[in-house]
């Protein structure tokens, strides 16, 4: 069964920290991964990976992939409270369905 | 353009009614996706339709329904609700199904609380 999970769950920290978040994935006829940023309402879309080992920056945020140890993490650099959110992370079914199965994600806090 | 607009945006049913959801997509769009999202569960898909024609089904029981019109707008219902159906409902939408590099838009979500 496809599975997508995060890690940790949650944590908290300070302005100015820089956090990483983890993602592994076993999705059959994996296609890509996705990162979403969820505050209080919909999820807003951050990257989609495709290839192994090449990384896509926005601002303090950048996300790499590896297809070989199937996981993914997001980086935020220079943490500000607004980053707080919770972070989704999706794997996408390149086969016929094409859909995506979503981590549980990870809460994150930052304190002023 | 509008993005995806989903109605109402809170409800309150009791157990054992039934609800409905309602989503329209961003213009142009022809694929509809729904999502239950709980603290514990994070995010669960439920169905995707495309062309009127349901793609995928999540496993869910089938208490949970859904539909699409010919205008793509779609509705999700739930029938005979129980106290573990609380929670966030989001629609998405897409292109299509096919297309790579297709990327999901969310609406703002339907939040449903059993009681």
């Known amino acids: 069964e496809d599975k997508v999970v995060q890690s940790p769950l949650s944590l908290v920290v300070h302005e100015g920290d820089t956090v990483t978040l983890n993602c592994s994935y076993e999705?059959?006829?994996?296609?890509?991964l996705l990162w979403y940023k969820q505050e209080k309402k919909a999820p807003t879309f951050l990257f989609m990976l495709?290839?192994?080992?090449i990384e896509k920056k926005s601002g303090r945020l950048s996300s790499i992939l590896d297809k070989k140890e199937l996981f993914s993490i997001l980086n935020i650099t220079a943490t500000q409270t607004g980053d707080s959110a919770i972070y989704l992370c999706?794997?996408?079914?390149?086969?016929?369905?094409?859909?995506?199965?979503f981590g549980t994600g990870t809460l994150l806090a930052v304190q002023p | 353009k509008a993005g995806v607009t989903q109605t109402p945006r809170y409800l309150i049913k009791t157990r054992g009614q039934q609800v409905t959801l309602s989503c329209s997509p961003i213009?142009?769009?022809?694929?509809v996706s729904w999502y239950q999202q709980t603290p514990g569960q994070g995010l669960q898909f439920l169905f995707e339709y495309f062309s009127e024609t349901q793609r995928n089904k999540g496993n869910f029981p089938g208490r949970f329904s859904g539909r699409q019109f010919s205008n793509s707008r779609s509705e999700m219902n739930v029938s005979t609700l129980e106290l573990g159906d609380s929670a966030l409902y989001l629609c998405?939408?897409?292109?299509?199904?096919?297309?790579?590099?297709?990327?999901?838009?969310f609406g703002e979500g339907s939040w449903l609380t059993v009681v």
């Open positions: 495709t290839s192994s080992g």
């Open positions: 213009s142009g769009h022809r694929s």
């Open positions: 998405a939408s897409r292109l299509n199904p096919g297309a790579q590099g297709n990327t999901i838009y």
């Open positions: 999706a794997g996408k079914d390149g086969g016929a369905t094409n859909k995506l199965i």
């Open positions: 999705v059959t006829n994996f296609r890509s």
